[in-house]
């Protein structure tokens, strides 16, 4: 894990702490969670802004060590109740806006095979140490630097992006967990579970990439999804829904499959030119400028590809989609 605090109870006590630790550090809520009210502080004038931003009388927040080049790596794994855990392999989750995944990839292009096995046995590990059961995922940070996984959070839940896990493996995880919590064991080996291929899955958000992601609630007028061989749509909605304010911007994720990582981007290219949503904004056109990014297709990524490889002077400008019904057009 790397160099933390116990939860902080003045400004005073927190600007002792930050140097003791040493910056650049982030300040996290003790109960937060999705990535949200975290500040990253790379010296005292930042944290000042920073705790211009919290109570810490009424809130607990707590510091972390910040590593800034890093890459976000989990681990699938699933446990019965009969002391059995297997993983599942990883997922590379560092492509995120607001410290919140929009598109995640499985395998990482990152990892060795050595890498793999040693972040595999920490999630296990961690697992066992809390007599975990069913299935979760263990959260870690990557340092680029140094190669080292610090430990973040262990999930216990399905995730959002437990799709791309499901077509490399074959394992139908949703399944797996009804079945564990009625008792039955695993019946499986960890040299059974076998990796085919590389899964992408991008996050369909009704939010305007142009205007910081912020929220773009309203009608959907029109809404065509991609099919074919190895693409996946869940999704929840259909022309005539309203995407409403109150909720998670969240409206559809698309998962592809291919033989290797090209052939996965290929793929999800395809699928999200075909993807036809109209009535409100969304972040099909910003995830077509991402697969389009030599950074992303290189797997030149971090935690900060976001802000640092899709800024207005480096991504050509994306083009808003139109928000007008379709036209029919009979041959003449």
């Known amino acids: 894990m790397t160099r933390g605090s116990d939860p902080l109870k ?17 300040l996290k809520p003790v109960s937060g969670g999705g990535g949200k009210s975290m500040f990253v502080a790379h010296n005292k004038e930042e944290l000042t802004s920073a705790l211009h931003k919290v109570d810490l009388k009424h809130q607990s927040f707590y510091f972390e060590n910040y590593i800034a080049e890093s890459r976000h790596i989990e ?3 699933m446990a019965d109740n009969y002391g059995n855990i297997l ?6 989750c560092s492509l995120q806006r607001r410290n919140q995944k929009i598109l995640e990839e499985a395998p990482s292009s990152a990892l060795t095979p050595e890498m793999r096995q040693r972040v595999g046995t920490l999630a296990i590990k961690a697992a066992k140490s809390v007599f975990y059961t069913n299935v979760g995922t263990v959260e870690f940070l990557l340092d680029r630097k140094t190669g080292e996984f610090y ?10 992006e437990h799709a791309i896990t499901e077509v490399i493996t074959g394992v139908d995880l949703v399944r797996r967990q009804i079945r564990i919590a009625a008792g039955e064991p695993l019946n499986k080996k960890q040299e059974e579970i076998v990796f085919l291929g590389h899964a992408i899955e991008c996050r369909i958000n009704a939010e305007d990439p142009e205007m910081k992601f912020q ?13 074919g061989p190895r693409i996946r749509v869940d999704s929840g909605v259909c022309a005539g829904k309203m995407v409403q304010p109150y909720y998670d911007s969240m ?25 036809k949503i109209s009535g409100v904004t969304t972040t099909i056109p910003f995830h077509q400028e991402v697969l389009k990014n030599p950074h992303f297709c290189s797997g030149d990524i971090d ?18 989609e139109v928000k007008q019904k379709p036209i029919a057009v009979s041959a003449i």
Do not use: W
Request: proline share 7%; with cysteine.
């Open 10 to 26: 003045s400004e005073e006590e927190a600007y002792q702490v930050a140097e003791e630790i040493g910056y650049p550090v982030i």
């Open 151 to 160: 430990f973040m959070e262990i999930n216990p839940r399905i995730q959002v």
């Open 75 to 77: 681990v699938q794994i």
């Open 87 to 92: 993983h599942l392999g990883e997922r590379e």
């Open 215 to 227: 929220p773009s609630p309203g009608l959907i007028e029109f809404y065509h999804q991609p099919g």
């Open 251 to 275: 409206i559809a994720k698309v998962i592809v499959h291919g033989r290797t990582r090209g052939d996965a981007i290929r793929i999800m290219r395809r699928a999200l030119c075909e993807f």
């Open 303 to 320: 935690t900060q590809f976001i802000y640092k490889r899709m800024t207005k002077e480096e991504k050509p400008k994306v083009v808003r």
